[in-house]
């Protein structure tokens, strides 16, 4: 399918279920995939902090790619994830994700690299899809305020501009991303990244989202967006004020808060992969009550 033309765009970084014996469970993902095909999610971000990549051998990320794309039956869109700062690399990974079914490639801002420019400006026109930049420095630290920054705001408006570049991922630093947004001279979709900021980050301009929360309430976060986008706030607000405690619990565990969420809406979720533990049944009700008073459930 090709990548939405309008906007808001959703999108959710997909969770990756496992079997008893802690291989990758193809079958729970194609399930998954047939559900999330009747929601209102754009597409799926596959190679993600999210869905565990770093406890996933390279082949296993790539396979994870191929099913989804057999999956969906030509609907919907796949972002491959890029974690690496190495040019080489990056532009490696890319090809091989395109290879195998991904339509956007998504590259984090390189943390060990201080030539940032340098590095987007040889890896950008040579991978042979659209690029998303995410503005995330520290994965799995998804509180937000405290988000280290990866380059400054110019500098980030500048990478953005750059040709074959798609659009942008905020960090949850909203001080710091609306800073970003006034450097971006294009009208390229510039995402939101939690949950928690949906209205408070379409208010500076967000006019999409790549965040958990969407795997488990794509309708919520499409609706927030686009009130904020034609001017409903009242509306946008209550949503948002519904939803908070249940993105908050589920965060807070991180992939194996939105594993149980899952679970509780009848997708396949399961534990985290070894040595991460699945949250206990006190937790669970935890998440299952504020689903229920975000109407989830």
């Not at 970084?13 to 079997?19: C, E, K, L, N, W």
């Not at 509180?143 to 380059?151: E, L, R, T």
Request: contains cysteine; charged residues 20%; negative net charge.
């Amino acid at each position: 399918m090709p990548i939405p033309s309008s906007n808001p765009i959703v999108v959710a970084p997909s969770p990756t279920p496992f079997t008893a014996d802690d291989k990758v469970d193809h079958a729970a993902i194609e399930r998954n995939v047939q559900k999330w095909l009747k929601t209102q999610l754009s597409g799926f971000v596959l190679n993600s902090e999210n869905g565990e990549e770093q406890f996933l051998s390279e082949t296993e990320r790539l396979e994870i790619v191929r099913t989804v794309n057999a999956t969906r039956s030509g609907e919907k869109f796949i972002v491959g994830g890029v974690d690496t700062s190495s040019v080489t690399e990056s532009i490696r990974m890319a090809e091989d994700l395109v290879e195998t079914g991904a339509e956007m490639i998504r590259i984090r801002i390189p943390r060990l690299a201080k030539d940032v420019t340098g590095y987007f400006e040889q890896v950008v026109p040579r991978v042979p899809a659209p690029v998303v930049i995410i503005h995330q420095m520290a994965p799995g630290q998804f509180a937000g305020g405290d988000a280290p920054v990866g380059a400054p705001a110019e500098v980030i408006g500048e990478l953005i501009d750059i040709d074959n570049v798609f659009g942008y991922i905020a960090s949850g630093n909203v001080r710091f991303e609306a800073r970003v947004r006034t450097f971006v001279t294009t009208d390229k979709p510039f995402w939101l990244g939690n949950g928690l900021l949906l209205l408070a980050m379409s208010a500076i301009g967000a006019n999409g989202a790549c965040l958990m929360f969407g795997n488990v309430a794509p309708t919520e976060c499409h609706q927030i967006i686009s009130n904020v986008m034609n001017g409903d706030l009242k509306t946008a607000q209550e949503i948002q004020n519904r939803c908070i405690e249940a993105d908050y619990q589920i965060l807070d565990r991180g992939a194996a808060g939105i594993k149980a969420a899952l679970d509780l809406m009848g997708y396949d979720g399961g534990a985290p992969r070894m040595p991460n533990q699945p949250i206990s049944s006190e937790e669970r009700e935890v998440i299952r009550k504020a689903m229920q008073q975000a109407k989830l459930i």
